[in-house]
Nanobody, 127 residues
Framework: QVQLEESGGGLAQAGDSLRLSCAAS???????????MGWFRQAPGKGREYVSG??????????EYIDSVKGRFTISRVSAKGPMFLQMNSLKPEDTAVYYC???????????????WGIGTLVTVSS
């Protein structure tokens, strides 16, 4: 069993930056060889939505983003087995949400295909 743990959420003002981190409890190659990782978020009263993720298993490049965060958020990881980060710049009140780390073996980032979720970290952005 793998546990994903996020950190780095908190309070911010519009225009500020925050950096989220996600670490998997297992750093063995069998997990990272089969799962790709990404970020989702769930705003108050709304469904969970995909934010950003790596396109391919084991990738530390080849990232994708939803349109609303392009140019402001950057997903990264130094190595395929290391922690994953989400650098969030120019934050907006509409970025307020619980942010979740996720892992999947699927070629897509469909909610139904996510096999592992973190417990989430709250990001609150005030205007």
């Amino acid at each position: 069993q793998v546990q994903l743990e996020e950190s780095g959420g908190g309070l911010a003002q519009a225009g500020d930056s925050l950096r989220l981190s996600c670490a998997a409890s297992r750093r063995t190659s069998d997990f990272h060889a089969y799962y790709k990782m990404g970020w989702f978020r769930q705003a108050p009263g709304k469904g969970r939505e995909y934010v950003s993720g790596f396109r391919y298993i084991g990738s530390t490049q080849d990232a994708e983003y939803i349109d609303s965060v392009k140019g402001r958020f950057t997903i990264s990881r130094v190595s395929a087995k290391g922690p994953m980060f989400l650098q969030m710049n120019s934050l907006k009140p509409e970025d307020t949400a619980v942010y979740y780390c996720a892992a999947t073996r699927s070629t897509t980032w469909s909610l139904d295909d996510i096999e592992y979720w973190g417990i989430g970290t709250l990001v609150t952005v005030s205007s």
